[in-house]
Structures are given as C-alpha cells and as structure tokens.
C-alpha cells in the first residue's frame, strides 16, 4: 500500500515535470537556441559557482551546492537513455543507472566534475540525498568478465565527507560522456559492436554537444575510427590519464548503451535508431557515395583472404569462377583492412562480399544496401555464423546468403575421419566448452569449397544483384 502511494507520487511528479517542461520549451529554444552570449554566462556562472563554494574551506559539502540546477538542455539529452523507474529516478534525484545484462549506462543531468587522474565523477550533493558510492567500468560487454577486468573503473560519488568534490580546472558547456576505447582491442568486430554502435545509440541525438572521455585511451583506436568520432562530437577525445585535471561538465553519461551484436533495436533506448541508421550515418562519417547496390555499373566481388585460420584454400578457382561469371575480383587480407578511409570506399563499390565466417565480415556494414553479403560456414559454427553476420546483414538491408560447407570440405575430416564427433555431432564438441569448440572448430579448420556447388550459390548472388531495385 505504502510502495502504491509512493508510485502513484512519483507518476504525478514525472507528469507534473513534463507538463512543465512543454510549457518551458519555447523559453528553452530562446534561451539555449539563440547565441545569447548572457545566457552562456548564467549557464557557465552555474557550473562555476560551484566551485567558488568549494574553495571555502569553511563551507561543508552540503551548504553551497544546493542551489545546483540541471539545465534543460542538458537535462533533454541525457533522459532519453533512462526509462520507466530509472528516469523518474532522474527527475528525483538528478542522476540515475540504467543496468542491463551486456552494460550499465549511468547519468548525471545536474553538472559533475571529474577527476581525471582517479577517475572519480563528483555529483553534484545535496542535503535531501543520502551519500553514493558507485562504480561501473564503461564497456559494453558485462559478460565477459576476463575483457572487462581491464577495463578502467570509474567512481561515481555523491555527499562523501571525506572526499569532497576539488575545484573546476576546466569548465565545459557540454556534456561528458565517459567510455573505454577497449582494453586490447583490436578485432574489428569487438570495436564495432561494443563500442562504435554503443557510441552511436547512445550519443547521436547530442547532436557533437559532447566531449568524449576515453579511459583506456589508445592513440590508434581514436585514429582509426576518426571519421566516426568527428561526426559524433564536435570536440577531440580527450585522454583521461594524460590530461590528469578536474573538469566540470553540465551533465554526463558514463557507459554506453548495447542492445545485440552490431546491432541496433528502434524499440530498445534511446529509441528509434535501426541498423539502417546506423549505416546511413557510417556513409555519412566516411562520405560513402554508394546507397543502393543498383547503382554499382560492373559487379565487383570482394574476398576477405583469412591466412591463418578458416583459411578457403582454393581461393583461386573461386577468383578464376567469380571472374568468369562477370565480377572483378578483389582480394584483401584482413591484415589490409585497417585502414578504414580507404577499405570502407573499396567495400562501399562491391555487389557481393564473400568471407569464410569471421571479424572481417563485419565490414558488411560499408556495403551499400541489397549488396549480398555471402558468408561461407564452415562446420559447426552455424550459430556464431548466424548470429554475428547473418542477422545483422538482414538489419543492415543486406541481400544475405550463405554456403554452408559438407564436411567433405572442411580439413577437419581428413584429421578426424568420418566417424568422430567432431564430424557427426558437433553439438558434443560444443557441450565441451567454449575453448573445445574454439580449438577445433574457430582455430583448427580450414576449406576446400566443392566449386561445383558454389557455382550455384555465386549464379543466385548475380541474379539477386540484378533483380534488386532501390
Ligand atoms: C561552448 O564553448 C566553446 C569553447 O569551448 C565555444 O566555442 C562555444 O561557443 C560555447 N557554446 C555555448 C553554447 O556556450
Ligand atoms: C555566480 O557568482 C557570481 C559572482 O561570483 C555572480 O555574479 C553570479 O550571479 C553567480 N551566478 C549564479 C548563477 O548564481
Ligand atoms: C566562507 O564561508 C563562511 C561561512 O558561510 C563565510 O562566513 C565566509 O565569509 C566565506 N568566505 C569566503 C572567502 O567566501
Ligand atoms: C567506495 O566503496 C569502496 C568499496 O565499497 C571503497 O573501497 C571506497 O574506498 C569507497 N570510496 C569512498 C570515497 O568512500
Ligand atoms: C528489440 O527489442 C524488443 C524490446 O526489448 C524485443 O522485444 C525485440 O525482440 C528486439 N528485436 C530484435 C530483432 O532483437
Ligand atoms: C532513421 O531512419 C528513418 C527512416 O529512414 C528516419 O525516418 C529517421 O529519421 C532516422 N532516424 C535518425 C535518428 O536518423
Ligand atoms: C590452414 O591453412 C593455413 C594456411 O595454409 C595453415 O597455415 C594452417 O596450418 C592450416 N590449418 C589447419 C588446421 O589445417
Ligand atoms: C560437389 O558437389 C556436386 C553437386 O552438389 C556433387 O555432385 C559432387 O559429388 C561434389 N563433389 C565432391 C568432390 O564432393
């Protein structure tokens, strides 16, 4: 009864402040929508005031900050990434956590500081609250608890006596938001999926009113994906552990938002983005010309060339048979795929991009629309075949097909013989734990494509090239 009437208060409160917030709205646009240079003042004034507080000594925590007002535009950003009884937290409270399975996602609409050196956020604190201690490691893979135990944590505080918010070395107009460019990364598929699509759902409707704060910065992460990030925020990345200040923001987000593996759910927070989105902002940040595969005058097949493991050991005669049914060929190693200004554009101009299952085919996302994205599985990788390149490439507005090997072409049947496990029962393997299955079916495969039977599969890619329409 008591938790009834306590909903029912804080329902009527979150109405009562969107009713307030319409009724602000016009006033908002003409205060932060207009280049008044007053009303830049008031906001910095705010941020800073703070800190004048904060030098007094004789001040405690409590008494000077609580006056200490989100902005409304602040305040607009940052609630799409909360919902249900994690936003009406955020009115309540200021700040509030939207924690899900794959990545926790925390945010301040009242001004923070950060103390880069230790990687501690400052709440604003107020009398009405009680004191917070939080941490949470802003990466988008909970799961894996080995990634994530080298991820850089951050510490959130709210009201700590001994640990009073420092003085402003920097003072901000926009928001924070707070991410990991992965601690040894550097499989692209692991950089798509768990940061530059968490990235993109989580920031694109900041509009560039950011400022990036990588913890784990890598110079060569920020310089890969340079084009994306410019056209996330208006401001460079900055590198907590180098810049080693206390900054002061408006307001921030720590943690990015995940929803699948490279992908992108409209009904999932912040709401509305889809995979199609997403690659329409990719071919904006790399100004990909290519739309729609009809566009492309002469078929162009690409081949990602794995040279170690699920190596396609006739690669040859599928180039001289790609060759001969009407596509220029091109071949490239995953070892050349890093430089993504000038791979994103060769991927861009390509009708049919083919790869034996592996990281490499998540550059299926620089494909212009209705290309076919054809994946070869190799034996007993049917799943992560599926649910790594083939539901995306769906999502993506990719024509997907697949060739799905016998085991009389996988080099695992010469090593173990018609009759084992590893041939007839797969699922046996897989019960054994994820580093049995890796061992024998990631790392110890390789395939010979019967060229007869792909044929077929290369004749319906070039049909369905055809036949699409924009
Ligand atoms: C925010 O600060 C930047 C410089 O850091 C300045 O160029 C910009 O005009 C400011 N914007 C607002 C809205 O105050
Ligand atoms: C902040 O302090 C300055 C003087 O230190 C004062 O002029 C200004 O009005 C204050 N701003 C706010 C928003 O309280
Ligand atoms: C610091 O705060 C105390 C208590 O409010 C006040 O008496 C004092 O004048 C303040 N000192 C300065 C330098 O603002
Ligand atoms: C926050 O809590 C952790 C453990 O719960 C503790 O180690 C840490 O010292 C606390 N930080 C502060 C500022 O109280
Ligand atoms: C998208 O998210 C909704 C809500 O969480 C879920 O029901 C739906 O299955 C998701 N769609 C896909 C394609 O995963
Ligand atoms: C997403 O795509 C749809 C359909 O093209 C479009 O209406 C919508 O504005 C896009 N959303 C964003 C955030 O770009
Ligand atoms: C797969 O092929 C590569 C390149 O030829 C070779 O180095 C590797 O040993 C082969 N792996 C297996 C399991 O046969
Ligand atoms: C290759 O595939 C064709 C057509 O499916 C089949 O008739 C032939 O026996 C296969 N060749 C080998 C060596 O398995």
């Not at 609580?66 to 950003?77: F, I, M, S, Y």
């Amino acid at each position: 009864m008591g938790n009834l009437n306590k909903d029912y208060q804080w329902r009527i409160s979150v109405l009562m402040s969107a009713a307030v917030f319409l009724i602000l709205l016009p006033l908002i646009y003409v205060v932060f929508g207009s280049n008044s240079s007053l009303a830049n003042t008031t906001r910095m004034n705010k941020i800073l005031n703070w800190s004048n507080g904060r030098n007094n000594k004789s001040l405690s925590n409590h008494q000077f900050v609580e006056e200490v007002q989100g902005d409304p535009a602040t305040d607009l950003l940052v609630r799409r990434l909360v919902r249900g009884r994690d936003l009406i937290k955020l009115d309540a409270t200021g700040f509030s956590c939207d924690l899900s399975v794959n990545s926790d996602v925390c945010v301040s609409k009242e001004p923070i500081r950060i103390d880069m050196r230790s990687m501690t956020v400052y709440l604003s604190p107020k009398q009405s609250l009680p004191s917070m201690n939080w941490t949470l490691r802003p990466y988008a893979n909970k799961q894996a608890s080995e990634t994530m135990s080298f991820i850089r944590k951050v510490e959130i505080l709210r009201g700590i006596e001994d640990k009073p918010p420092p003085p402003c070395d920097v003072t901000h107009n926009v928001s924070a938001v707070i991410f990991s460019t992965g601690a040894f990364s550097g499989n692209v598929f692991h950089e798509f999926s768990e940061v530059i699509i968490p990235l993109f759902l989580t920031t694109y409707h900041f509009r560039s009113q950011l400022q990036f704060v990588a913890v784990d910065y890598e110079a060569w992460w920020v310089s890969k994906y340079n084009h994306i990030l410019t056209h996330l925020s208006n401001y460079n990345v900055m590198d907590s552990v180098k810049d080693g200040k206390v900054h002061c923001f408006p307001g921030a987000v720590m943690g990015l938002k995940y929803h699948d593996k490279l992908a992108c759910n409209t009904s999932e927070i912040p709401g509305g983005y889809s995979a199609k989105n997403f690659t329409k902002f990719i071919r904006d940040s790399f100004s990909l010309k290519i739309n729609h595969v009809m566009e492309i005058e002469n078929p162009v097949l690409m081949i990602i060339s794995r040279k170690r493991t699920r190596v396609l050991l006739n690669e040859n005669e599928i180039v001289a048979l790609a060759t001969e049914l009407g596509f220029r060929v091109i071949t490239v190693a995953p070892d050349q795929m890093s430089n993504l200004n000038v791979l994103s554009h060769q991927i861009n101009s390509c009708s049919v991009l083919l790869g034996v299952h592996g990281a490499g085919l998540t550059n299926e996302l620089f494909l212009p629309e209705r290309a076919v994205m054809l994946q070869v599985v190799p034996l007993g990788l049917e799943w992560a075949s599926a649910a790594y390149y083939s539901d995306p490439a769906k999502q993506m507005g990719l024509t997907y097909l697949e060739y799905k090997i016998n085991p009389e072409e996988s080099s695992l049947l010469e090593k173990y013989g018609k009759y084992h496990p590893v041939i007839t029962d797969p699922a046996a393997i897989h019960k054994q734990g994820y580093l049995a299955l890796r061992a024998v079916y990631i790392d110890g495969q390789n395939v010979t494509v019967n060229l007869s039977r792909f044929r077929g599969t290369l004749v319906q890619a070039t049909k369905l090239i055809r036949r699409s329409t924009p």
